[in-house]
């Protein structure tokens, strides 16, 4: 690998090899799309030849232009941070990125969350209908999905205040209003959208990277006793549409060629639309932690490579019907969870629906969120040339319900 002239020794998982997108706002400066690097960011409205590209407030315009022009700028990008001669320029431009503050780098146009793991869909099943069949009969035929609330995806750091609804536990008679009870995460990847699609005209599979830009880590906040009442027939509905949070760096799938695996074989076959001749996974290590009190415990480490329906997959689900893709379309992946109990992405898994609460060292029993939990998702992959990729976190803290 070509050397960088920026020292990223302290933060090698964001090194020349993967500069992420975002967007920050320095005190008293309006909101900058940037470049990551290390702990440093480029203001892209520095960028020479994309100046007009990165003049907005958001990554949007960058995100509609497409392919070609996303590999362009991070051919550009490499050059200048590996070429020394730019160091005394450029050099001087980058500022701390602790100093500023996240801002939600794209416009979400629509949200949806899939249900791709075949280990969390097993266990929310078992939790839910103990007497029925844990994956409903449709599971292993489509990535079964919904679409969510694109307007309360917010950006990791945001806080996020315990949600009030309906909830009515089985042994109960009617359905009672007040703050969840059983708050929860959910450990997914989001896919975000760049390029737009024609409506009436599904994408297939394989024309993933022509539409889509890159990878944000998701938390999608979950009211399991708000969910648990209102989910049957249409789904998800406001036990997931107080608040979604989604990291601030978007890492380009540019950076994750070396982390493409094959995914796990499909038995039954599944129909023509969703088969992808030359199929790829994501081997993205995730783990989850727990704030509380002082102490900070890992969780647990979901596996994303294993996940049942790849994000190909779902993309040509979501348009086999003629919808249209839009700039900013963000996908989720649905919770991570893998085979073992310490690699499953959501708090209801982990404490089996609460009979079964997790205990965590300094901490003690938790079965679900309470008010002051910060929670974290990070995430790594591999990177070329033996390098690591450290994804954006996506963190949030909970606010007590609102006084009412
Ligand atoms: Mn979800």
């Known amino acids: 690998m070509t050397a960088c002239w920026v020292d990223t020794t302290a933060r090698p998982g964001f090194g020349v090899h993967h500069l992420p997108y975002g967007v920050l706002a320095w005190p008293g400066e309006p909101p900058r799309p940037v470049v990551r690097i290390g702990d440093l960011a480029l203001p892209l409205q520095r960028l020479p030849g994309h100046e007009a590209l990165f003049a907005g407030p958001t990554l949007d315009a960058f995100l509609v232009a497409g392919p070609t022009v996303w590999e362009q700028v991070r051919r550009d990008l490499t050059e200048l941070f590996t070429d020394p001669a730019q160091q005394t320029r450029f050099g001087a431009l980058l500022r701390p990125v602790a100093e500023a503050a996240p801002v939600l780098a794209f416009t979400v146009a629509d949200y949806v969350d899939f249900y791709s793991s075949?280990?969390?869909?097993?266990?929310?099943?078992?939790?839910?209908?103990?007497?029925?069949?844990?994956?409903?009969?449709?599971?292993?035929?489509?990535?079964?999905?919904?679409?969510?609330?694109?307007?309360?995806?917010?950006?990791?750091?945001?806080?996020?205040?315990?949600?009030?609804?309906?909830?009515?536990?089985?042994?109960?008679?009617?359905?009672?209003?007040?703050?969840?009870?059983?708050?929860?995460?959910?450990?997914?990847?989001?896919?975000?959208?760049?390029?737009?699609?024609?409506?009436?005209?599904?994408?297939?599979?394989?024309?993933?990277?022509?539409?889509?830009?890159?990878?944000?880590?998701?938390?999608?906040?979950?009211?399991?006793?708000?969910?648990?009442?209102?989910?049957?027939?249409?789904?998800?509905?406001?036990?997931?549409?107080?608040?979604?949070?989604?990291?601030?760096?978007?890492?380009?799938?540019?950076?994750?060629?070396?982390?493409?695996?094959?995914?796990?074989?499909?038995?039954?076959?599944?129909?023509?639309?969703?088969?992808?001749?030359?199929?790829?996974?994501?081997?993205?290590?995730?783990?989850?932690?727990?704030?509380?009190?002082?102490?900070?415990?890992?969780v647990s480490r979901p596996p994303f490579a294993g996940m049942y329906w790849t994000p190909g997959q779902q993309l040509a689900h979501l348009t086999v019907n003629g919808a249209a893709l839009r700039t900013g379309d963000l996908y989720a992946s649905g919770t991570v969870s893998g085979s073992e109990p310490d690699q499953r992405g959501s708090f209801l898994e982990l404490s089996w629906g609460g009979t079964a609460p997790l205990e965590l060292d300094g901490i003690g029993e938790v079965s679900f969120l309470q008010d002051g939990d910060t929670l974290t998702i990070r995430g790594t992959a591999p990177g070329p040339d033996a390098t690591t990729i450290e994804l954006g976190d996506v963190s949030g803290t909970i606010l007590p319900a609102a006084p009412r």
């Open 118 to 298: 075949e280990h969390h869909a097993t266990n929310v099943g078992r939790i839910f209908r103990p007497d029925g069949d844990a994956l409903t009969p449709n599971w292993k035929h489509l990535p079964i999905g919904y679409h969510g609330r694109a307007g309360t995806v917010v950006v990791s750091g945001t806080d996020v205040r315990r949600p009030c609804g309906q909830r009515k536990a089985p042994q109960e008679q009617t359905p009672t209003y007040g703050p969840s009870r059983r708050l929860d995460v959910e450990v997914e990847v989001g896919f975000v959208v760049g390029m737009p699609s024609t409506l009436g005209t599904p994408v297939p599979a394989a024309a993933l990277t022509d539409h889509v830009f890159g990878v944000v880590l998701v938390n999608d906040w979950s009211a399991r006793d708000i969910q648990a009442w209102e989910y049957v027939p249409l789904g998800p509905f406001l036990g997931k549409s107080f608040a979604t949070s989604a990291a601030a760096w978007i890492t380009p799938l540019a950076a994750l060629a070396a982390a493409r695996v094959a995914p796990p074989a499909q038995d039954p076959p599944v129909l023509p639309y969703l088969q992808d001749p030359d199929p790829w996974a994501l081997d993205l290590r995730l783990e989850l932690s727990l704030q509380r009190g002082g102490t900070d415990v890992v």
